[in-house]
Each structure stands twice: as C-alpha cells, then as structure tokens.
C-alpha cells in the first residue's frame, strides 16, 4: 500500500488538473456564449435599423417625383422605384431582370440602350430627355464604379411636362411684356418730345405777354401772363420728373460720373427757379465758398438740386428766403438747401424717400406735385454713395441735406 501512495498522490493532482481545466473550459464557454448573445442582440439592434432605413427609403421613393433605378451590365432592370408603376401601368417588381425593348416602345428603347452602353463604356454621367405616353421626362444616369470599372449603372428620372408648360407660358408672358414695354417706350417718346415743346411754346408766348404788358403798363395782363407762365413751369416740371422716376426704373438712365464745378451746376438751378421764385417775392440766395469739384453724374445733379430747389420754393411763402450752401466735411461735400417755409411734423419726415408713403402735399401756392421729387433724389444719391436727410420744423422751415464724396474718396 505504500508503494500505492506516489501514484495515488499523481492521479489525484491529475484529477485536479483536469477540474481546473474543465472549470476555465466552462468559464471560456460562458464568455463565449455572453458575447454570442452579445453579437446576436448587436446584429439584431442593425437588422432592425436597416429595416427602418429601408422603410423610410422605400417610403420616399413612393411619395417622391423622382423615379429611380439601376441596372446591370446587359442593362436589364436590377430595381425600380414603385412610382414606375404609374408611368408604365405595370408592378416595379413584375418588370427586374426585363431588358428595355421588353418594357418601352422600341425607337425609346433603342435610344435607352444605345445611351446605357455608352454610359457603361465611357464611364460618364450623361442627361437627357425623352417623351412617353405624351409627357416628357429628364433623366440622369451615371455608371456605378467596382473594382475601378463601371460595371452596373444608375440614374433617375423626373416628370417634367408641367415645367415645360409653365415655360412655354412663360416665354409667352415675356414676349406680351416686350411688346408692352415697347408700346410704354413709344408712349414716353411721345410724352417727351410731343408734349413737352406745347409746354415750351406756353413759356415762351407768356414771357413776350408779360414783356409787352410791362411796356404798356398793363398790370392785370402782366400778372395773368405770369401765372400762365408759372402753371406751365410747375406741370413742365412735373412731366419732366414722371419721365426720369419712369427711365431710372427701366434702367434706362446710366450713371456716368464726370469732374464738375459743383458752383457752377447750383448756379445754373438757381437761374431756371429766379422767376418762379420771383412771383412769389421769395429771395434765392446762393452762398458759394471756395471753388470745390464733385465727381458726379451731371443729370443726376441737376435733377437732385432741381427737385430740391423747387421743393423749397413750393413750400415757402410769400416774402420768405430760400439758401444753398456748400461745405467739406471729412471726405464728402455737404450741399444744404434751407428754406423759412412751412415746415413739416416729425410724422411727415418720417414718410420721405419712401415709395410706399411719397407725400404730394399741395404748394403754399397751391402748386401741385407728384411725390417722386425726393424718391429720384434718394435713388441718384445712393447711386453717388452718399445720404439725403432732413431736418424740420413745422412753421420754421426745412433744411435739406445731402452729401456727395470729395473725388477719390
């Protein structure tokens, strides 16, 4: 029996061994089986997703206007988007693995085919149209790239009947407003050049009457022969502004800066309102400082002092004062045109230079207006990169003033 005990001891010790090596094997296989289960709830966590990936995918091609599909390299039909089967009348699913002379009529299907081709052997995307069953269809098709060569390729289509339409309609639109602006481009014509000489030919009867009265002393004569003059001015004036306000929204009105004397233009405006001002014994004073030049577009200067001017002197009274000056201040030049006139309300400046709002106040004379006056002069300040703004009082008068910048500025 003691000879037995080495051997027993060994067995036993064996025996041990084995425990220890089946208790890890079991360990190991519960490991194993935790992070099977692991893996198979993970997969099924990305099964689920791809499910609903695939949902949401499907659910928008069936509500999408857009047709989508692929094919293989024999260009027969890999998928088609369910909304196929309102274009052709058959399921999507009845028609994967047809050919296109399988399922389009046969000159579209051959142009299909020859354009796939060329697809797959030049590796390009292309676009094209096509006509089925009377409406018309953009399509774009791409190869799909494996292994460096386009061995499937893909693509999508879109109804576009309805856009083709409201272009034809719209070409159609364009060519009635070309017509009309041409009929509207005749009409200013007319309007400029027709009407405006009558206009003169008043002014220029008025002056010879009130000369002539002035020589025989004939007062009444005189001061009817100077509102006549007066009248024709004020509705010259105003046709004058509805053909400007008319070209500078049709862009017909370029902007081209030049080096002015800005002294002299003032002194020019100012001589064309002296009678105007005269009748109402209003006094138009100019102060001029030293000789400074603008670089400004000529038109627009004159019709910005112009509308200015007359403003002020439509909104004076009777015996009052008009003033212009002119100052550098920082790079700009700060022209001013002060009047002693009615003046305006908080309220009613706040409505100037605005389209939606222009204000057409009767004169302290009556004199009418359209109220584009200080929208052109907005509109060819801010051209000139520079800013208009009033400052008023009711009963006090109004100062007007704008800047325009010092040349290289």
């Known amino acids: 029996m003691m000879n037995d005990k080495p ?13 220890n090596m089946l208790s890890l094997r079991n360990a190991e296989n519960v490991k194993q089986q935790v992070e099977l289960n692991k893996n198979k709830e993970e997969l099924e966590r990305y099964k ?6 695939e949902g949401i995918f499907n659910q928008f091609l069936k509500n999408s206007p857009i047709y989508v599909f692929f094919k ?14 309102d274009m052709l009348g058959v399921p999507s699913e009845k028609l994967i693995g047809k050919t296109m002379d399988e399922v389009f009529p046969s000159d579209l299907a051959k142009n299909m085919i020859a354009d796939d081709l060329r697809i797959l052997n030049e590796g390009k995307t292309i676009e094209i149209e096509e006509e089925l069953n009377g409406r018309l269809y953009y399509s774009q098709k791409f190869p799909i790239h494996l292994k460096g060569k386009p061995g ?35 009409l200013f014509s007319l309007i400029a050049h027709d009407l405006r000489s009558p206009f003169n030919s008043i002014l220029g009867y008025s002056e010879l009457i009130i000369d002539e009265a002035k020589i025989k002393r004939d007062v009444d004569t005189a001061a009817l022969a100077a509102i006549i003059r007066s009248s024709a001015n004020s509705t010259l004036y105003l046709l004058d502004n509805l053909l ?3 070209k500078s929204q049709t862009g017909e009105i370029n902007f081209k800066p030049e080096y002015l004397n800005l002294s002299d233009v003032v002194k020019e405006m100012i001589e064309i309102f002296k009678p105007t001002a005269k009748i109402k014994n209003i006094s138009l004073n100019f ?11 000529q038109n627009m200067l004159r019709t910005i002092l112009r509308n200015l001017i007359h403003n002020a002197v439509k909104f004076t009274n009777t015996n009052g004062k008009i003033e212009i000056c002119y100052k550098r201040v920082n790079d700009n030049i ?17 409505k100037l230079f605005k389209p939606d709002s222009s204000i057409t106040t009767p004169g302290t ?12 002069c907005k509109e060819f300040i801010d051209k000139h990169c520079g800013k208009i703004w009033v400052v008023s009082e009711v009963s006090k008068g109004s100062d007007f003033n704008f800047t325009l910048p010092l040349p290289g500025n």
């Open 287 to 297: 102060f001029e400082s030293d000789k400074i030049e603008v670089y400004a577009d």
């Open 152 to 186: 499937y390729l893909a693509g999508y289509t879109i109804d576009i009947t309805e856009r083709r339409r409201s272009e034809i309609v719209i070409q159609h639109q364009n060519q009635e407003l070309k017509e009309l602006n041409a009929t509207k481009d005749k």
């Open 244 to 246: 400007e306000w008319a």
């Open 48 to 53: 689920l997703k791809a499910e609903e990936i």
């Open 7 to 19: 051997l027993y001891e060994q067995l036993e010790k064996k025996v041990l061994e084995l425990e």
């Open 334 to 350: 700060l022209i001013t045109v002060s009047d002693n006139g009615v003046g305006m309300n908080t309220k009613m400046i706040g």
């Open 72 to 85: 293989d390299s024999q260009i027969r039909i890999l998928y088609l988007s369910s909304n196929y089967q």
């Open 365 to 376: 004379a009556q004199e009418r207006g359209s109220g584009l006056g200080l929208l052109m």
